[in-house]
């Protein structure tokens, strides 16, 4: 197993959005299946706009038969510290168009919780995976998650590691908080080493709005917190046609 993928990874252009959403949910399902039935396949979720068009996906037919759901646990790479129910929760949306619809095992679903404080629910959070983990530190030769998926912002900021913010320079915790300036809401967040202890990363991008930031991620401008995103195992960009760098379109999949 490689040491590092940095975030330069392996990209994958679609031709549509609706191809690239299909494209990640077939190879979302064959890892799926390809794990152990012994073992659970651990995918941390995303927030986000067009996550939210695959989540919808493999809650719909044929998806929803498809997937080993009782062998799989769900985690969350970042939501805001606001009640479940909140409009702007990140697992609130999960819920409604993923969790309620499929069936996945309630014991298999870990919300970062949203009562207390947000130091408390960060630290809560953090034990919550160490238990799992089976171990208080994260080991480089033994990821945590199976899949990581994740989105980008125009300001280059990744799960909620946003420009600027404390939580960049934080390599201890598991998972933190963070306040953006732009943002309404404190955030909790995976942080750099707890994403890091993935064996697959996938950037998820869509639309003509991110074809800049994309670029200047991909050249590992350091202004962006997306730019030190590493994987233990590998690291790939699935995006839409609208979204890829000009110069790397013809590297387009069409399944």
Not at 20 to 26: F, K, M, P, V, Y
Request: hydrophobic share 40%.
């Amino acid at each position: 197993m490689p040491g590092q993928t940095t975030a330069t990874g392996t990209l994958h252009v679609f031709p549509t959005k609706d191809a690239l959403i299909t494209g990640l949910a077939d190879w979302l399902l064959a890892r799926s299946l390809a794990k152990p039935a012994h073992t659970p396949f651990r995918v941390a979720l995303s927030g986000g706009s067009s996550p939210q068009h695959l989540y919808a996906l493999m809650a719909s037919a044929p998806y929803v038969d498809r997937f080993p759901w009782a062998n799989m646990q769900f985690f969350i790479g970042d939501d805001r510290f606001v009640p479940h129910d909140h409009a702007d929760s990140n697992f609130g949306m999960m819920q409604r168009l993923l969790f309620s619809k499929a069936p996945i095992p309630a014991s298999n679903i870990f919300p970062m919780p949203d009562h207390g404080t947000a130091e408390d629910a960060a630290k809560a959070y953090e034990r919550t995976l160490q238990e799992l983990y089976g171990a208080p530190n994260l080991l480089p030769d033994r990821p945590f998650f199976d899949v990581q998926l994740l989105g980008i912002g125009t300001d280059g900021h990744t799960a909620s590691l946003f420009p600027n913010q404390p939580v960049l320079n934080n390599r201890k915790a598991w998972v933190a908080t963070c306040t953006p300036p732009t943002a309404p809401h404190t955030r909790l967040t995976l942080t750099y080493p707890a994403l890091h202890a993935s064996q697959h990363i996938v950037f998820l991008v869509e639309g003509a709005a991110k074809r800049d930031i994309l670029a200047r991620i991909r050249a590992q401008d350091p202004a962006c917190p997306a730019s030190a995103i590493t994987a233990q195992g590998d690291l790939a960009w699935f995006t839409d046609r609208a979204a890829a760098p000009s110069d790397q379109q013809e590297q387009e999949q069409t399944n």
